[in-house]
């Protein structure tokens, strides 16, 4: 089992930066692939970036050039650079881990609200 912990949320201006982090209470083994997500209201969850352990990263078309993913398994964090944020990118952040292919692992969400 694993818990994860988003933090870093908050509200900013447009064209401010934001920094989450997503914790995790157990280890994050080479394998698990770890992700970003977002809701809006009245919106679907949606995919925000995705990164492997070997490297490979994916981001949404509407976020990248703008925000950068990264992880660290030796601290079991992994992080969410948000930079040059728009009210378009107001929603609850999800953290998500998935394990073997077919384990899934949410956090409880942060909020990022871009208002002035």
């Known amino acids: 089992q694993v818990a994860l912990v988003e933090s870093g949320g908050g509200l900013v201006q447009p064209g401010g930066s934001l920094r989450l982090s997503c914790a995790a209470s157990?280890?994050?083994?080479?394998?698990?692939?770890m992700g970003w997500y977002r809701q809006a209201p009245g919106k679907e969850r949606e995919l925000v970036a995705r990164i492997y352990s070997f490297g490979s990263i994916t981001y949404a078309d509407s976020v990248k050039g703008r925000f950068t993913i990264s992880r660290d398994n030796a601290k079991n964090t992994m992080y969410l650079q948000m930079n040059s944020l728009k009210p378009e990118d107001t929603a609850v952040y999800y953290c998500?881990?998935?394990?073997?292919?077919?384990?899934?692992?949410w956090g409880q969400g942060t909020q990022v609200t871009v208002s002035s």
């Open positions: 157990g280890s994050i083994f080479s394998g698990d692939v």
């Open positions: 998500h881990l998935r394990r073997n292919g077919y384990s899934d692992y």
